[in-house]
């Protein structure tokens, strides 16, 4: 079946460390997002990409990084930077322009 | 800039009722909007689109949404509630010259059906 993986489902880290967030997709899309979720707040966006070895920021990029060096992959790196890291992390797929986003199962991130 | 609100964050209603879910848009050009349906601890799944043509548009599981350009509406609706109901639910809107990667969220409406 294609679809998109997030790994972990659940994530645990000490503040002060940086973890990885990982989101894989087999159903050949060219675009791939990442949405942070908050209670009451929404989708919002951290970073986007529309090709392989490009990426842009989204609404809330600080403290995150990212990178596309392979079509199905597009992780997500919080770094200690990041304020408030705890939350639940969307990664999305999209095929061509203007349909809609296909989405993985997320991952809850806890920063203790 | 597009933005996008959801009247009332929580939502209830009896089994067989009406659901209504409010969503109003603001956007500098003509939209695409979309519905999409989370279940707890999941991704989000697309529920309709509108984007052009017939302003009614018929999604998954019943639900269908009216997209009204004066009201800068695009309420979802379902007439009979079921217990599968249960999630939350956002609407999205994303301006056309930019394509999704413009979509911007709602903050969502949680929606509980009573037995």
């Not at chain 1, 940086?18 to 966006?45: F, I």
């Not at chain 2, 609100?5 to 209504?20: C, D, I, K, N, P």
Request: charged share 15%; with cysteine.
């Amino acid at each position: 079946d294609g679809g998109i993986t997030q790994s972990p489902k659940y994530l645990f880290r000490k503040e002060g460390q940086n973890v990885t967030l990982s989101c894989e997709q087999n159903l050949n899309h060219d675009a791939m997002y990442w949405y942070r979720q908050d209670p009451g707040q929404g989708l919002r966006l951290i970073y986007y990409s529309q090709i392989v070895n490009d990426f842009q920021k989204g609404d809330i990029a600080e403290g995150y990084s990212v990178s596309r060096e392979k079509k199905e992959s597009f992780p997500l790196t919080v770094t200690s930077a990041q304020k408030n890291p705890t939350a639940f992390y969307l990664c999305a797929s999209q095929g061509a322009a203007n349909s809609p986003l296909h989405f993985g199962n997320g991952t809850r991130l806890t920063v203790t | 800039a597009q933005s996008v609100t959801q009247l009332g964050s929580h939502v209830s209603v009896s089994e067989g009722a009406l659901v209504l879910l409010r969503c109003n848009y603001s956007s500098s050009v003509p939209p695409y909007l979309f519905w999409y349906v989370q279940y707890p601890n999941q991704g989000l799944q697309l529920l309709l689109k509108y984007t052009t043509g017939a302003t009614l548009v018929k999604g998954i599981n019943g639900f269908e949404a009216e997209f009204k350009k004066s009201e800068t509406s695009f309420h979802l609706t379902k007439p009979s509630a079921h217990m599968s109901d249960a999630a939350e639910y956002f609407c999205a809107v994303s301006d056309r010259d930019f394509g999704n990667e413009k979509l911007t969220f709602g903050t969502g409406t949680r929606l509980t059906i009573i037995p």
